[in-house]
T-cell receptor
Framework: DTGVSQNPRHKITKRGQNVTFRCDPI?????LYWYRQTLGQGPEFLTY????????KSRLLSDRFSAERPKGSFSTLEIQRTEQGDSAMYLC??????????FGPGTRLTVL | EDQVTQSPEALRLQEGESSSLNCSYT??????LFWYRQDPGKGPEFLFT???AGEEKEKERLKATLTKKESFLHITAPKPEDSATYLC?????????????FGDGTTLTVKP
């Protein structure tokens, strides 16, 4: 069991640039989640997939954010036209149906 | 809307000094309540799942309990390595519900 992996671990970008993050879940897990976490706060839900279907997206999520999970395996999260307020830790988690979620190490995004 | 409130925000203990962390929640039909541990710069690490009032789970020096409105994480004779942020999350029992709603955590510091 290799756990959930995320790449890159750190990303520094300039305001207005696009960024893409990748998440590889635990292989037998059918659900994959994206969360965002800022300092001193708990993880905030962004979106989740069951297999390749995106089942829910946060109402607070800007149209600049998009996520995909082709073939129900890895997932990508893209942020277009980044803003300073997008600076945060982006966490990916996976689970088997409704069971407990296992998190990756996160991608730390800094927008200058 | 599901809500989770954790208290206290920060807790400082001497090694061996037992205490409890609180997680109060409101959710439309609880499917599960989860406790996680998070070390600085890392993703949350799963600790426990509780499903119904009266349920208890134990792991080493940690014990989690659940009532209809709150959960407690009891720490018995803590050690410095127990220092971390402890996060509580709830999952609603709606159809297709998958996301977890997190509290902002309790940061525990255990001094030797």
């Amino acid at each position: 069991d290799t756990g959930v992996s995320q790449n890159p671990r750190h990303k520094i970008t300039k305001r207005g640039q696009n960024v893409t993050f990748r998440c590889d879940p635990i292989s037998e897990h059918n659900r994959l989640y994206w969360y965002r976490q800022t300092l001193g706060q708990g993880p905030e839900f962004l979106t989740y997939f069951q297999n390749e279907a995106q089942l829910e997206k946060s109402r607070l999520l800007s149209d600049r954010f998009s996520a995909e999970r082709p073939k129900g395996s890895f997932s990508t999260l893209e942020i277009q036209r980044t803003e300073q307020g997008d600076s945060a830790m982006y966490l990916c988690a996976s689970s088997l149906f409704y069971n407990e979620q296992f998190f990756g190490p996160g991608t730390r995004l800094t927008v200058l | 809307e599901d809500q989770v409130t954790q208290s206290p925000e920060a807790l400082r203990l001497q090694e061996g000094e037992s205490s409890s962390l609180n997680c109060s929640y409101t959710v439309s039909g609880l499917r599960g309540l989860f406790w996680y541990r998070q070390d600085p710069g890392k993703g949350p690490e799963f600790l426990f799942t509780l499903y119904s009032a009266g349920e208890e789970k134990e792991k080493e020096r940690l014990k989690a309990t659940l009532t209809k409105k709150e959960s407690f994480l009891h720490i018995t004779a803590p050690k410095p390595e127990d220092s971390a942020t402890y996060l509580c999350a709830v999952q609603a029992g709606n159809t297709n519900a998958g996301k977890s709603t997190f509290g902002d955590g309790t940061t525990l510091t255990v001094k030797p």
